[in-house]
């Protein structure tokens, strides 16, 4: 047994002797009473639509299914689940949330895309309140995410992420080295690696230019050395002196030679694969990638698969990336009170932790404290979901202004500028970058 297992499964024990388990997972799930929904059907013969993409996601196929056979039989409400490419969910939420006439009742949307509509969606306080949603079931990164980080609450955490470290157990062991703990472990490891003269690359990392995820290493990078995008009065401060030797840390990987050469194009699947495919010793990504290391074709792979969380700053702090996608209401639905009938079951613990644990659909995605820290749970996936709890208590958000997403793109392609040209001066490409970044801050009346 790896290193990484025993740790899952101490941890997962230890919650099991902790944990108040009981009759809370184990009421009758064809009973409305048990989600909190009207036996009497009021809303009989309604038919909603949920704005979402991929379809194919364990997690959405699962929840699709049972809602057909399990919601459907207990209100008479009928849901039909949307399925955009990922690559165009973003412009069609934008244009279907300012629509009103939009047939779509329900929309699910990622973090950094609902501050451009907030304003198109209802307001849940009352309704968390009323149906007796424990908020603090959430971590922090997914309450702030939720709300904007302020006291509105526009939609319910649904799809979390946080990011893991994937790595090949047999590799580490063979040369005698710990997970990394620390981003500066990875480059100790990059070297014992090579110099141990394994024909395998240390790290499959991504800096190519892809709806933002080269950013997500990144953001870790600088909350655990100390610094954030903004400072205090929203002056970018990324490119001072500590972001650039985040930076440099987060960029050295490519640039000495332990992530390929090709990772300045990939994105997050592709460097995926180099690991799935055994050509990679560690990966840092969304947990809902674990699946594929487990059931690589490789054996290799497959047998040796450990998971851990991503790394924090030597001497510094362990803060990474607490990805979300919240689910809302629109304003212009004109079936609101179904829709929200619909979100107490389709978001409550009972309904999350079958998910979690459905045979057919392979899931580990959960975003409640209370699912994340279940002993049959972590026991069914090896430990990993009090894994990703660890991360989360330290998760972050993003910056939550309308401005980010247009200063998104920014941040992206000055890292994979640093990325592809080897030779290009980090200070001079951040300070570009933050020059940008304040044309747009300013632009939109932050500084006097």
């Not at 332990?258 to 990679?280: D, H, K, T």
């Not at 941040?411 to 980090?426: F, K, R």
Request: net charge negative; hydrophobic share 45%; proline share 5%.
């Amino acid at each position: 047994m790896t290193f990484a297992r025993k740790l899952t499964l101490l941890l997962a024990l230890a919650l099991f002797l902790s944990l108040p388990l009981g009759a809370a997972f184990a009421q009758d799930v064809m009973d409305p009473a048990t989600f909190g929904l009207d036996a009497s059907k009021p809303y009989d013969g309604t038919h909603l639509k949920f704005l979402i993409c991929c379809s194919t996601a364990a997690q959405f196929a699962s929840a699709a299914a049972k809602g057909d056979a399990e919601f459907t039989e207990m209100t008479g409400i009928t849901v039909t689940w949307g399925d955009l490419p990922f690559g165009s969910f973003q412009e069609q939420l934008y244009l279907e949330a300012t629509n009103p006439n939009t047939e779509f009742d329900i929309v699910a949307f990622v973090d950094a895309w609902g501050t451009n509509i907030y304003d198109f969606l209802h307001p849940l306080n009352d309704f968390v309140e009323e149906a007796g949603i424990d908020w603090d079931d959430y971590g922090p990164a997914y309450q702030g995410a939720a709300t904007g980080l302020s006291d509105t609450i526009y939609g319910l955490p649904f799809r979390g992420h946080p990011l893991l470290l994937h790595y090949r157990a047999d590799v580490l062991e063979a040369i005698g080295m710990d997970p990394p703990a620390t981003w500066q472990d990875i480059s100790a490891i990059g070297e014992a690696i090579e110099a141990a003269g394994m024909d395998i690359a240390p790290i499959a990392m991504y800096y190519g230019l892809n709806v933002d995820q080269n950013l997500f290493n990144w953001y870790s990078h600088l909350w655990g050395a100390g610094v954030d995008i903004f400072d205090e009065n929203w002056e970018p401060s990324f490119n001072n002196e500590i972001g650039l030797a985040a930076t440099e840390q987060y960029i050295s990987y490519v640039r000495d030679g332990y992530s390929p050469e090709a990772s300045v194009a990939w994105n997050e699947q592709e460097a995926n694969q180099e690991l799935i495919q055994g050509r990679a010793a560690m990966f840092i990504g969304w947990w809902w990638m674990a699946s594929r290391m487990r059931t690589s074709d490789v054996p290799e792979v497959a047998e040796n698969a450990a998971f851990a969380p991503a790394p924090g700053w030597e001497g510094g702090d362990t803060a990474s990336y607490g990805y979300l996608w919240p689910v809302g209401v629109l304003k212009q639905s004109d079936s609101l009170d179904a829709a929200l009938e619909y979100l107490k079951w389709l978001t409550h613990p009972i309904t999350e932790r079958r998910l979690v644990l459905d045979e057919e659909y392979v899931n580990n995605v959960a975003v409640r404290l209370s699912v994340l820290s279940d002993p049959e749970a972590n026991e069914f996936h090896d430990g990993l979901l009090s894994v990703a709890s660890a991360v989360l208590a330290n998760a972050r958000t993003i910056p939550l202004i309308p401005e980010y997403t247009e200063i998104i793109p920014i941040l992206a392609e000055a890292i994979n500028e640093l990325a592809v040209d080897s030779m290009a001066d980090t200070q001079a490409v951040l300070d570009l970058a933050a020059e940008d970044v304040r044309f747009v801050m300013e632009a939109a009346g932050y500084y006097d």
